[in-house]
């Protein structure tokens, strides 16, 4: 499991956050818990146990909501329960890469190898490029990259923009984070789609220098100086045919889209 609830550094010599987390796995295996439970669970008191939960309803790891009550109901409040929210499981292993690589496995075996993952990856991608074309085209044809970036951090990419080492040259589209960096590196078509969809959406080639997937610390792809001409053109979902095909390699450099090439 991640920590969940961090606490401040002079807390971490004291085992706050691994009583935090105690807490939270308790309420996973357990279900919706009463501060009363968890104490006796985890050998805590109720005091110290509020506290945690304190931190945990302040980070969105639990909720808390009436215990519901069958049959007659005692005299007083109904006491309080708390349950894990979704950003609260979350927190613990999932196995959502092993079933999209096993999904993506299947897709090539039982429908056309690695061109039917190809195809799946532009499906996907299309499905994103509205939000992300209507970023860039309400953008300064100096200011697309930037757009994009922050298009991109909106689902979680973590991207910038910033001036390749030659600046005349153009720039550098970095994103610190890959949600699906696991399964991009058994299925490099997943690079290569956003790559296309990249070069597309700028209207000019770019080139990936390096990935997540492949084992570098960022995903950086270079944008040439793009010309202000040059309007934002629609990714298809369907595979590139032949007559295409000159087309995407102009647009991408999609042969390193999924591996550094140095």
Known sequence: MKNVGEAPQEELATGERSTRNRVARSILQHGPSTVAELAQRLGLTQAAVRRHLDALLAD?????????????????????????TDCGRDAFDQSYDQLAADALNWIAEQHGGSEAVAAFARARIAALADAYRTAVEAAGPGERTEA?????????????????????????????????????????QLCEAETELFAELLGTHVQRLATIAHGDGVCTTFIPRIPKTSPPAKISATPAT?????????????STAGRNPA
């Open 60 to 84: 969105d790891v639990v909720a808390s909501r009436e215990q519901r009550v069958y049959g007659a109901r005692a005299r007083g409040r109904p006491a309080k329960v708390f349950a894990l």
């Open 242 to 254: 032949s007559a295409t095909a000159s087309t995407t390699t102009t647009h991408a450099s999609t």
């Open 148 to 188: 994009l970036a922050k298009a991109l951090s909106a689902d979680g990419y973590a991207a910038t923009a910033r001036s390749a080492p030659r600046p005349q040259q153009g720039e550098q589209l970095c994103q610190h984070h890959c949600p699906v960096a696991h399964v991009a590196e058994r299925f490099p």
